[in-house]
């Protein structure tokens, strides 16, 4: 083993390397399990991938998406950062709106209208009346600080 590894055991419920042992030996010591310090779970990326893309009304999640979802979630330990905080823990709630934004800021479609758009138009249908529908939308829009 090189000096000072990282070792991320990710097997669950039984990691193939006991992280217990695995910290006499490594530097840092990830594992799927809420039991060891680094837990390194899907739950710290997928509500944030999901409500990026769907802001963006994206038609895919490409791999730039899951870069900026990666660093946003190593971006909310900023200063925090020690061997035994590699990773938020997974009920930090900074984490779901930073990897949402980050995800849509990183979207290559910019074409595809804001979803506050997409959701005032399904409010708004069936909507007979062109008055009642500005009110509709700017109260909506007020709602959602746009």
């Known amino acids: 083993m090189a000096e000072k590894p990282i070792v991320f055991a990710m097997a669950n419920p039984d990691p193939e390397v006991d992280?217990?042992?695995?910290?006499?030996?490594?530097?840092?010591v990830a594992s799927g399990r809420s039991d060891f310090p680094n837990q390194i779970n899907n739950v710290l990326a997928f509500p944030g991938v999901f409500r990026?893309?769907?802001d963006v009304r994206a038609s895919g999640i490409t791999e730039g998406m899951?870069?900026?979802?990666?660093?946003?979630i190593a971006a909310v330990v900023g200063?925090?950062?020690?061997?035994?905080?590699?990773?938020?823990?997974?009920f930090d709630s900074r984490v779901g709106p930073?990897?949402?934004?980050?995800?849509?800021?990183?979207?290559?479609?910019r074409?595809?209208?804001?979803l506050t758009c997409y959701l005032a138009g399904q409010i708004l249908a069936g909507e007979?009346?062109?008055?009642?529908?500005?009110?509709?939308?700017r109260a909506l829009a007020d709602e959602l600080g746009e």
């Open 19 to 28: 992280p217990a042992a695995a910290a006499k030996y490594a530097a840092v």
């Open 66 to 72: 899951k870069l900026a979802a990666a660093d946003a």
């Open 111 to 114: 074409r595809a209208a804001p």
């Open 98 to 109: 930073n990897v949402a934004k980050a995800v849509a800021d990183s979207s290559g479609d």
């Open 128 to 137: 007979d009346d062109p008055e009642a529908r500005v009110a509709r939308i």
């Open 79 to 90: 200063d925090d950062l020690t061997e035994d905080c590699v990773v938020p823990s997974v």
């Open 52 to 54: 990026g893309a769907l």
